[in-house]
């Protein structure tokens, strides 16, 4: 079975600063997709990222990029220049590539965006 | 191009009352999630559909949920009767899969069910 951990239950960054949210996996299974998602107060899980297991390069989307180390089982996400907007509830989770896609998430890490 | 939907956005039941959510997907998404998430927890996985067929549901507690996804779009999920370890928010997902491994999924707002 897949696990997520993440050991930051809450962060404080200044804003325009960089922030690196921590995400350790596990798994057995060597075919599988690393996800990160936002969550506002609103509720909704916003899509940021994702990397799969076999992608050689680090995934990047805007302001975002994800820290894959694949011998670490480890996939921090990193929020260059962040914004007072930035300040969210961050989910890591994973699936596996064939069969059940299901998402398995950690914890969450609370960041707040200081003015 | 439209979002997830999902309605009620709230609700407040007493416990042993029966309650449903309703959550229509992004067009042409083939799987439908139905994930619970409890205050200061991850989402976890009730029920997975593809198309109108359940892929997995071994996480849902079937002697008070029920779900189901006629005609392979909108999905209903039901409990009865709530018990107060039910508040929850009840977050509705879907996802296609493109070229490639990947397989996003997208979710909608979520509903939150308070059980007095």
């Known amino acids: 079975a897949q696990k997520i951990t993440q050991t930051q239950p809450g962060m404080f960054v200044q804003e325009k600063e960089a922030v690196t949210l921590d995400c350790t996996y596990d798994t057995s299974d060597p075919s599988y997709g690393l996800f990160w998602y936002k969550q506002p107060s609103s509720g909704e899980m916003i899509f940021l990222i994702y990397q799969g297991s076999y992608d050689q390069q680090n995934a990047t989307e805007g302001r975002y990029s994800l820290n894959f180390q694949k011998a670490r089982k480890s996939a921090n996400l990193v929020i260059s220049a962040s914004q007072l907007g930035d300040s969210a509830m961050y989910f890591c989770a994973m699936n596996l590539n064939f069969g059940n896609e299901k998402l398995t998430f950690g914890t969450g890490t609370r960041l707040t965006i200081i003015p | 191009e439209a979002g997830v939907a999902q309605s009620p956005r709230y609700k407040i039941i007493e416990k042993r009352q029966s309650v449903a959510f309703w959550c229509n997907p992004i067009s042409g998404h083939a799987t439908l999630y139905w994930y619970q998430q409890i205050l200061g927890q991850g989402p976890k996985l009730l029920i997975q559909f593809q198309n109108n067929g359940v892929v997995d549901d071994s996480q849902l507690p079937k002697d008070r949920f029920s779900a189901e996804r006629l005609k392979g779009v909108d999905s209903t999920l039901k409990i009865q009767p709530a018990k107060l370890e039910d508040s929850a928010v009840y977050l509705c997902?879907?996802?296609?899969?493109?070229?490639?491994?990947?397989?996003?999924?997208?979710f909608g707002p979520g509903t939150r069910l308070l059980v007095l």
């Open positions: 997902a879907s996802s296609q899969r493109l070229a490639g491994n990947q397989e996003t999924q997208y």
